[in-house]
């Protein structure tokens, strides 16, 4: 069974920073996009990062808003994914969810159950 298990959510004071956890299981970690979305109450569901590894070279995107402050990365030893965020901001406060699509050609799309962030003082 697919899982996507996201951790590290909780409060955090604006300008602090926070790490998140995406632990994958039942499919082949390596093969597949890994990437960040949040969604904040009354807004729409947005891509945070996204970290692929295609014929051993890795790249990373990121929103606009998150450039300089969020950073994504992996280990596929350990089937996980995490989302370091810094100088955290109030208009960070959302849902954070783990996805996984396939690197390459089509394939099913997952999701965790998401976790939540609050930056507030």
């Known amino acids: 069974q697919v899982q996507l298990v996201e951790s590290g959510g909780g409060l955090v004071q604006p300008g602090g920073s926070l790490r998140l956890s995406c632990a994958a299981s039942?499919?082949?970690?390596?093969?597949?996009?890994m990437s960040w979305y949040r969604q904040a109450p009354g807004k729409e569901r947005e891509l945070v990062a996204i970290?692929?590894?295609?014929?051993?070279?890795?790249?990373?995107r990121y929103a606009d808003s998150m450039k300089g402050r969020f950073t994504i990365s992996r280990d596929n030893a350990k089937n996980t994914v995490y989302l370091q965020m810094n100088s955290l901001k109030p208009d960070d406060t959302a849902v954070y969810y783990c996805?996984?699509?396939?690197?390459?050609?089509?394939?099913?799309?997952?999701w965790g159950q998401g976790t939540q962030v609050t930056v507030s003082s």
């Open positions: 970290i692929n590894s295609v014929l051993g070279s890795t790249s990373t």
């Open positions: 039942g499919f082949t970690f390596s093969r597949y996009a």
């Open positions: 996805n996984a699509r396939p690197s390459y050609g089509p394939g099913s799309e997952y």
